[in-house]
């Protein structure tokens, strides 16, 4: 069954009818579903199907393990449903019977077409037990904390885990979650106040921010959970006396502000340390936390400790593979006549450094140097590799005169005795200006995508002579130099393989995708060119890193 694109879906008696993407997220939406859910369609368009419509008879978000419809979807097979929940823009409940059956997208993609209208099985009057909140069955339990590792542990982005803590939690089990943090500067942020109303998540910005200091000896609940004392039921009586801390006076507007009457408050603990507190707090349903819910958001916090200490630690040995790859690479020299720029993008999901590089530098005899390569390894070893053979190559080119042949080759014979580098690719080129005028390039390629020459009209074209083996197979041939002639105004691309390589495309496209936006930003100043050739050709679906090392040539030589 096929979904044609574009719009919206037709309409039919009594029935409403969206359409999901592969992520369960709404793609299309008829006008009579939109009405049926109480919502407009731009409010329903891009939004996890699940997580925003899908309840049970009190009213909390289903469980996706215990989610009919959900397991009908990912399984690929058409399913329907007599009697099933659903959630109004209003926080009304929508009994309604569904059907689910797959469909295609277009364009080799799939996803369910779902078909509803309302239940004649139930009147919709309210949640079944209205204004009551029944406790979890041991399977919801269950479910929730495997949903809940599931959902964490996946995600390695500090904030998008606390977004999903915060869906998870809210309206399931609270009108309220509050997050608050401690920072590795040993200060604690409310990172997230998070409440439930119109059937939507909303977020009060005004109560979040930097906290007091905890005082050590407080007794009051959030402090104490904040020193990774036992959690604890509070409500605002217990904050109505005396505050003995800052902290107690923001604990007090808070429960004043999002009308709380209950609150269940425990640690969030990492391996190591205490990371912060979790929240969650009742002002709309009438019944208050008991030990059992207690009990629970006690197990919830430990499954989030665990989330949120893998992101920090994955996000701090980010920032130190990124600083240490920033000192790595070198400062551009000052050439007159000459403009360059370079560029460095880490891999999008990388926590170490990688084995791209760029360099440049004035030789003795006034020609430029001009080097772009790859180390094989996303590890400190390739990171150690190419800062040697960086090292190594300055040396040999200052001393092998004039042949980037000759330099290449002195250099493989090296790498074998070098431990942290066994493979490696690399481009040479000397930009050498000649006595008439004007300038060329004399250059050898060892294994490395060619570079790309761009003329100041947009014609371009790849420098595919001087190619030899890569860096580090044993085979030394003996590599030839090749020569061009550097146009008046035109610009020299090189470049990693990062920058036209992904695991969905052949070589071929990222190389064409290359010269297309080369050839559009010709007459771009250099800076601006490589700001917008990056975005623009980097596959969206590459994990690897990217250098990236231009050269623009002066007007009449």
Not at 68 to 87: K, Q
Not at 166 to 172: A, D, G, H, Q, Y
Not at 418 to 443: K, N
Not at 491 to 504: H, I, N, Q
Request: hydrophobic share 40%.
């Amino acid at each position: 069954m096929g979904v044609p694109d574009g719009g919206g879906l037709p309409d039919l008696p009594d029935v409403g009818t969206y359409v999901v993407d592969e992520r369960g997220h709404i793609v299309r939406v008829s006008r009579r579903a939109a009405e049926l859910l109480g919502r407009a369609p731009e409010e329903l368009v891009g939004q996890d199907a699940h997580d925003l419509l899908h309840r049970d008879s009190q009213g909390r978000t289903l469980p996706r393990a215990r989610c009919p419809m959900l397991r009908a979807f990912l399984g690929g097979r058409t399913a329907r449903g007599d009697l099933e929940w659903f959630e109004r823009g209003d926080g009304s409940p929508l009994a309604t019977s569904w059907l689910v059956t797959p469909c295609g997208l277009g364009d080799g993609r799939t996803g369910a077409l779902v078909l509803l209208h309302r239940s004649p099985s139930a009147a919709a009057d309210g949640w079944e037990a209205a204004g009551t909140a029944a406790p979890l069955s041991e399977l919801d339990r269950l479910a929730l904390l495997a949903e809940t590792t599931t959902r964490l542990t996946s995600t390695l982005d500090t904030e998008e885990a606390l977004r999903r803590l915060e869906r998870l939690v809210v309206p399931r089990l609270a009108d309220w979650a509050v997050v608050d943090l401690i920072t590795e500067e040993d200060e604690v942020w409310r990172t997230a106040v998070v409440g439930h109303e119109g059937g939507a998540l909303v977020r009060r910005e005004d109560l979040e921010g930097p906290l007091p200091p905890v005082v050590p000896d407080s007794p009051m609940p959030l402090s104490r959970a904040l020193r990774g004392a036992a959690s604890a039921l509070t409500g605002p009586d217990a904050y109505e006396v005396a505050p003995d801390s800052g902290v107690a006076v923001v604990q007090r507007e808070l429960f004043r502000a999002t009308g709380m009457h209950s609150a269940a408050i425990a640690p969030i603990r990492g391996l190591r340390e205490v990371l912060g507190a979790l929240t969650l707090g009742r002002s709309a349903q009438p019944v208050a936390f008991g030990a059992a819910e207690l009990s629970l958001l006690d197990d919830i916090a430990r499954r989030a400790g665990l989330a949120l200490d893998n992101a920090r630690l994955y996000q701090r040995q980010r920032r130190v593979a990124e600083t240490m790859q920033r000192h790595l690479l070198p400062q551009l020299p000052g050439v007159p006549g000459l403009e360059m720029t370079a560029r460095y993008v880490p891999a999008p999901q990388a926590s170490q450094v990688g084995g791209d590089w760029y360099d440049a530098f004035v030789l003795p005899d006034g020609a430029t140097a001009l080097v772009i390569g790859d180390v094989v390894g996303h590890d400190l070893d390739a990171a150690a590799g190419m800062a040697q053979i960086r090292n190594m190559l300055r040396a040999y080119a200052w001393s092998e005169g004039e042949s980037p042949g000759a330099v290449v080759d002195r250099l493989d014979r090296a790498v074998p005795h070098i431990a942290e580098a066994s493979v490696a690719t690399l481009v040479l080129g000397r930009a050498e200006p000649l006595d008439g005028g004007g300038w060329r390039l004399r250059w050898v390629n060892a294994g490395h995508p060619p570079p790309l020459l761009v003329t100041h009209d947009g014609k371009t074209r790849f420098l595919d002579g001087g190619h030899s083996p890569l860096l580090g197979t044993g085979l030394v041939p003996g590599r030839s130099d090749a020569v061009a002639a550097l146009p008046p105004l035109s610009t020299l691309v090189l470049y990693t393989d990062g920058l036209v390589e992904s695991p969905g495309h052949s070589i071929d496209e990222g190389l064409l995708r290359l010269r297309q936006h080369a050839a559009a930003l010709a007459r771009r100043p250099l800076g601006a060119f490589c700001d917008l050739l990056l975005p623009r050709v980097r596959p969206s679906d590459n994990d690897d890193d990217v250098a990236v090392l231009a050269l623009r040539i002066p007007d009449g030589g």
